[in-house]
């Protein structure tokens, strides 16, 4: 199974600080989602990215929240002030109809 | 605003059983996914069913789509206890977003 690489695999970061979580995806793949899962809970959407600009975002992707694809390659969430709340995994998904990869997570604890 | 409801929610089953998780959704979808994930790992992709009618299987698991129903179900047959974890049904529309059902979390007793 191709392969979708998020990095760091594991933040730990202090409330109000901010956070670049980090995904290479498929290199053909044209779609590039993230999702947070809060601990033994739902898969959440938060963002979808194609051509270089956000398709569809949830309610949970307000102002503290920003992706990007800055190289052609990398594509990357930030959360400018991260609060308790947003303790959770995140991953990163990487789209080219009918497939559809998750990367490994990252686990972001906010303290 | 499509939905996306799994049932059970829970599921306790013995080896050697066979079950069905069901897997609703409230629209038309382009695709539907099964993905398995163990406890604080990734989402593994186990099936893409695409027109109704489709059914896959890998192993013990089968897979099937009624898009008229707006119906998926997996159907494990004589579980083992490597398939314990929890299973997500995921629908996509246009490739925008993946929706997910809450989860089926199945545990495989001896």
């Known amino acids: 199974e191709p392969e979708v690489t998020q990095t760091p695999s594991h933040q730990v970061t202090q409330m109000g600080q901010e956070v670049i979580l980090r995904c290479v995806p498929i290199s053909n793949h044209l779609y590039f989602y993230w999702y947070r899962q809060i601990l033994g809970q739902k898969v959440e959407f938060l963002v979808s990215f194609y051509n270089n600009e956000i398709s569809e975002k949830s309610e949970i992707f307000d102002d503290q929240f920003s992706v990007e694809r800055p190289d052609g390659s990398n594509f990357t969430l930030k959360i400018r002030s991260t609060k308790l709340e947003d303790s959770a995994m995140y991953f990163c998904?990487?789209?080219?109809?009918?497939?559809?990869?998750f990367g490994q997570g990252t686990r972001l604890t906010v303290v | 605003e499509l939905k996306v409801e799994q049932n059970p929610l829970f599921l306790s089953m013995q080896e050697g059983k066979n079950y069905t998780i069901y897997c609703n959704y409230s629209?038309?979808?382009?695709?539907l996914y099964w993905y398995r994930q163990d406890p604080g790992k990734s989402l593994e992709s186990l099936f893409v069913?695409?027109?109704?009618?489709a059914v896959k299987q890998e192993g013990r698991l089968m897979a099937s789509l009624d898009t008229k129903a707006r119906l998926s179900t997996l159907h494990i047959t004589a579980a083992v206890h490597d398939l314990s974890a929890t299973y997500f049904c995921?629908?996509?529309?246009?490739?925008?977003?993946?929706?997910f059902g809450s989860g089926t979390q199945l545990t495989v007793l001896p």
């Open positions: 995921a629908v996509d529309r246009s490739a925008r977003q993946l929706t």
């Open positions: 069913l695409l027109s109704n009618g």
């Open positions: 629209t038309t979808s382009d695709r």
């Open positions: 998904a990487s789209i080219l109809p009918p497939e559809a990869f």
